[in-house]
Structure formats: structure tokens, C-alpha cells
């Protein structure tokens, strides 16, 4: 075969080298970028769990205070206290905010 063919070939072969080389680059870190990606979606989802969880104990407290101060009855307190339990549960380490009035 001619030198020239046989250098033809050998520069598109390395080309082609050089080609997949860098195509396995831009995949390995467009696959790095996603899996962060969905760390942090995952961690942000775990927060609007949490940040839901508070609001329904919130709730819940605030319901069974109105009933208590609106009717006078003990038996409404149940969701109050049910969630004066529950609150220190979903926040560790503070004190709980619920007081009756």
C-alpha cells in the first residue's frame, strides 16, 4: 500500500480515537451534573416534607385552641395537645412554641 493511504488511514483513525475520547468526557460529566442534580432535588423535596409536616401540626394546634377558647370545652384541646407532642418531634432541639391561652 501506498504511504500516503496508510497515513490517511492512520490520521482517521486517531480522529476517531480523539472523537470517542471526548464524547466519553462530555457523557461522564453531563452524568456527574445529573446525579448531583437529583441530590439536590431529592433534599428538596425532604424539606417540603418537613416544612408540610410543621404546617399540618401548626394547623392542628391553632384548630384546637380556637375550639377551646370559642366553646369552652376540654374535649377540643385534644388536637392542641396531639400537636404539642407531635412538634418538638419534626424540629429537634427547640422548645415547644404551644402555649394555651
Do not use: W
Amino acid at each position: 500500500m501506498p504511504k500516503k493511504i496508510i497515513r490517511n488511514l492512520q490520521i482517521g483513525v486517531m480522529l476517531s480515537l480523539i472523537l470517542l475520547i471526548a464524547g466519553s468526557i462530555a457523557s461522564y460529566v453531563s452524568i456527574h451534573n445529573q446525579m448531583e442534580s437529583r441530590k439536590s432535588l431529592l433534599k428538596t423535596k425532604e424539606s417540603i416534607s418537613l416544612i408540610k409536616d410543621i404546617l399540618n401540626t401548626l394547623l392542628n394546634a391553632e384548630t384546637g385552641n380556637r375550639g377551646y377558647q370559642l366553646t369552652g370545652r376540654e374535649n377540643f384541646l385534644e388536637p392542641f395537645n396531639k400537636s404539642r407532642n407531635e412538634y418538638p418531634l419534626h424540629i429537634p432541639g427547640m422548645l415547644t412554641p404551644f402555649r394555651r391561652c
